[in-house]
T-cell receptor, first 108, second 114 residues
């Protein structure tokens, strides 16, 4: 079975502060990990995937197989980063398994 | 280009009624997925089509749920004898060909069963 855990329902940070959204997974094989973001009144969209190893909107995430984690990080939060963030896993099948999401709130 | 579209955006129905939810994938995308998102939860997989056939329907909760994609493009999710627990946002996603490709999501249909 595959499972994704996002322990924080809400993360509130000040503008300019570092951000770390936690994601842990359970999967017996080699998974593919994703971060999806949903801004207010918008659809779910891909933020980044671990195989791309790229930085999108200043966010990065490193797959740590030893700790089975894929935490999302950004050094300096911006107001426009406020959104709902979902970590997702894809195993051998095509379907995505999502975590319950973390709401990031960036305040002045 | 146009993204994934879903109709209706909102559907209110009464317990026991039948509903159909429609998904128009991105043109040329052969893979189509249905997910369900209940309040406070992440999306949960329901069914995956590759072309016209259901490649994986392991997420359908019971036999009241059924989905079709007869021409390999538009898909319809059908729910019979709706129950209050079926209330959720139903999301559709499509990808170019399947397992390695990015899934692009539609805006969802919010289903409320009274």
């Amino acid at each position: 079975a595959q499972r994704v855990t996002q322990p924080e329902k809400l993360l509130s940070v000040f503008k300019g502060a570092p951000v770390e959204l936690k994601c842990n997974y359970s999967y017996s094989g080699s998974p593919e990990l994703f971060w999806y973001v949903q801004y207010s009144r918008q659809r779910l969209q891909l933020l980044l995937r671990h195989i791309s190893r790229e930085s999108i909107k200043g966010f990065t995430a490193d797959l740590n197989k030893g700790e089975t984690s894929f935490h999302l990080k950004k050094p300096f939060a911006q107001e426009e980063d406020s959104a709902m963030y979902y970590c997702a896993l894809r195993g051998t099948a095509s379907k995505l398994t999502f975590g319950t999401g973390t709401r990031l709130q960036v305040t002045l | 280009g146009a993204g994934v579209s879903q109709t209706p955006s909102n559907k209110v129905t009464e317990k026991g009624k039948y509903v159909e939810l429609r998904c128009d994938p991105i043109s040329g995308h052969t893979a189509l997925y249905w997910y369900r998102q209940s309040l406070g939860q992440g999306p949960e997989f329901l069914i995956y089509f590759q072309g016209t056939g259901a490649a994986d329907d392991s997420g359908l909760p019971n036999d009241r749920f059924f989905a079709v994609r007869p021409e390999g493009s538009v898909s319809t999710l059908k729910i019979q004898r709706t129950e209050r627990g079926d209330s959720a946002v139903y999301l559709c996603a499509s990808s170019l060909s399947g397992s390695l490709d990015t899934q692009y999501f539609g805006p969802g249909t919010r289903l409320t069963v009274l």
